[in-house]
């Protein structure tokens, strides 16, 4: 495996049980043949903070790009 | 995540308290195992912890007078089992968030030194039983290191994940408890693990009681309302541990739901789709997300899911770890604390309280803190480090470089966690305990050839699961072992063949060794520091 997916794998490890769930899936499911914007922007949500991260996933809060509301729509889809 | 959370202490902001109310609901509530000494401490310190925290800048929820929000939760009450008290301080539903980041902060105005990045392999001690430090591995790198240290303190949390149905994140593994039992430290009081009722199967995530609350009502296969026939008075409102008994002994009945019967519904939708939307918005995203289910339009699978560790490292009033040294059962482990969840001081007994496991590792981390200040006062020079520190983590390390060709880490889980789950889930029984004892056994025999495709250095999880594995092996042992031999009914831990809480030869704490599968016991500190003993007696609600 490599290593840059291997630092996105440890990077999916959260506090939250339900994101464990939802990231791992996309990045085991999605990640590889994702367009490189989406790849991108999985990697910026993985920057942000659990609760925060949930709020966006969970649609509580907006998506402030493009590319991260695609994000959104294909994590939801991949868990 | 959907559970309102909070932190318990007797301020008296909604309704009249007093910490000796808050001590009497938490003793009553740990079916009288927790140590009433400990327990008193907790309670005493409850409100000027809360207050240290505010001061800190904890955003707590605020009533309209301008004092911290306090809401109810169960098993609190005034006047000893009088009504229902309003002690639980929150910050929104995120109180424990807000917590995590405002001592997050203060360690960053203290210029506290993070090592993100790392893993902690095994503590090491000296011949004279002394911790000096711990052996780590660097994610990054996979590089060993050793941290050299006059204090360790652990603050790793539980180990729910030896379960199969679990509301714990995949990072609650126990390694601190897994650290603690190969240094050769006793676990206190494993047998004891709180199920909450009604958790998504397979995911785990929580659907919180306010469900319930709103009318929603559990069924079995046959479409059948059983809570009534276990609970004729609170029916699907009843505490915790009963609702988890009854659905329990629905699926062992098998009048399970789902292909293999291992769940049943949570029926909702007859409350109307406006009012579901209105006020279960969260527990709505949360069933359509993870169980693919809308409950407006059908009930929400559930089953009952390990949530809390009641047991762990015991420890003192400092939140020092203590183990049956040469002296005593309590003698404390020079250089090592242990805090939160992985710690055992023991307030919780055989049941854990709401609103308590925040205060429990604030007010014992605080203690620590102080008496670690004076250790550190009284023991200035580090002692050297023995030669063979770093052995016992090179050889773990070592071991998970093997070629190819056995059996893989995950599915080795999976199977303990299988084991777990059917025979030292919510109901125990003597025969279903010894074979899960020998299941395991071959589990761990297994692990033995046991290989990781990955042989990689960066950021190498596969590494990580299989050294958890090694963690989380063992507290599954430690659990087993501990159910089989205590012959009664107590708290969390139900035994078909022993129904009855036995005090005359049970009001007392197991400890487990590794070495063995050696169990000791110690005593319940029945008597307070400065008031009266809450003696025993029948646990009614």
Redesign the interface.
């Known amino acids: 495996m490599s290593d840059a997916l291997n630092r996105l794998r440890w990077r999916c490890q959260r506090g939250m049980l339900e994101l464990d769930h939802i990231l791992r899936g996309f990045l085991d499911t999605a990640y590889p043949d994702a367009a490189p914007a989406t790849q991108r922007a999985f990697e910026a949500l993985l920057a942000m903070a659990d609760a925060d991260m949930l709020d966006l996933i969970m649609g509580r809060t907006e998506a402030r790009s493009a590319e991260m509301a695609d994000l959104l729509i294909l994590l939801r889809r991949h868990e | ?1 959907s559970a309102q959370g909070g932190i318990t202490a007797a301020l008296g902001n909604v309704s009249e308290d007093d910490w000796h109310w808050h001590m009497y609901d938490t003793v009553k509530g740990s079916d009288y195992l927790g140590d009433q000494d400990a327990i008193e401490f907790m309670c005493r310190n409850a409100p000027s912890a809360v207050y240290e925290l505010e001061h800190m800048g904890l955003p707590f929820s605020r009533l309209d007078n301008g004092k911290i929000y306090q809401r109810p939760f169960g098993g609190q009450s005034q006047n000893f089992g009088g009504e229902q008290a309003v002690r639980t301080c929150a910050a929104a539903d ?1 109180t424990g ?1 807000a917590l995590l980041h405002t001592l997050y902060q203060r360690n960053i105005a203290a210029r506290t030194q993070f090592f993100d ?1 790392f893993y902690a392999l095994d503590l090491i001690r000296d011949q004279d039983g002394y911790v000096l430090g711990v052996s780590a591995m660097e ?1 990054e790198t996979g590089r060993p290191w050793l941290f050299e240290s006059r204090v360790t303190l652990l603050a790793t949390g539980g180990g729910a994940r030896i379960f199969r149905h ?6 609650n593994s126990g390694d601190g408890l897994g650290m603690a039992l190969r240094a050769g430290l006793p676990l206190e009081d494993m047998e004891f693990w709180q199920f909450h009722p009604t958790g998504i199967p397979e ?3 929580l659907i919180t009681e306010g469900v319930r609350g709103e009318g929603g009502y559990l069924l079995n296969k046959d479409n059948e309302r059983f809570m009534p026939r276990y609970a004729p008075h609170a029916q699907d409102l009843a505490s915790r541990d009963v609702v988890s008994r009854a659905i329990a002994q629905e699926i062992l009945a098998g009048r399970g739901c789902g292909p293999h019967g291992d769940f049943v519904y949570l029926k909702v939708d007859h409350i109307g789709a406006d009012t579901i939307k209105e006020r279960l918005p ?1 527990i709505r ?2 069933s359509m ?2 169980a693919g289910v809308d409950p407006c339009e059908a009930p929400i699978p559930v089953t009952p899911t390990a949530h809390y560790m009641m047991g762990g490292i015991p420890t003192n009033l400092h939140g020092q770890v203590v183990a049956p040294e040469r002296y005593g059962p309590e003698e404390g482990v020079p250089g090592l604390y242990a805090v939160g969840e992985c710690a055992c001081v023991s307030v919780h007994g055989a049941n854990r309280l709401g609103g308590n496991s925040l205060l429990d590792l604030v007010v014992f981390g605080r203690a620590a803190g102080n008496h670690a200040i004076e250790y550190l006062r009284d023991n200035p020079i580090p002692r050297k480090l023995p030669a063979d520190a770093s052995d016992l983590a090179a050889g773990r390390l070592a071991r998970w470089d093997r070629p190819t060709g056995g059996e893989r880490v995950p599915a080795l889980r999976a199977e303990m966690q299988r084991i777990l789950q059917e025979h030292c889930g919510v109901y125990r029984r003597e025969d279903l305990l010894k074979a899960g004892i020998e299941k395991l056994n071959g589990v761990e025999a297994r692990l033995a050839d046991a290989v990781i495709d ?1 042989h ?1 250095q ?5 590494r ?1 699961e299989a050294l958890e594995l090694e963690n989380l092996l063992p507290i599954a042992r430690a659990t087993l072992v501990s159910a089989l031999a205590r012959t009664e009914s107590r708290g969390a831990h139900s035994r078909e063949d022993y129904p009855d809480r036995d005090d005359d030869h049970w009001l007392r704490h197991t400890l487990y060794s590794l070495a063995n599968d050696q169990l000791d016991y110690k005593p319940v500190r029945l008597k307070p520091l400065t008031v009266e003993t809450f003696q025993p007696k029948a646990r009614t609600y």
Do not use: K, P
């Open positions: 995540m995120r968030h990045e994610i679990s509301t714990n994140a995949h990072i995911i785990g995530s969260g995203e949360l997300q993870f990955d990689s960066v950021f190498n999880t596969a990580l």
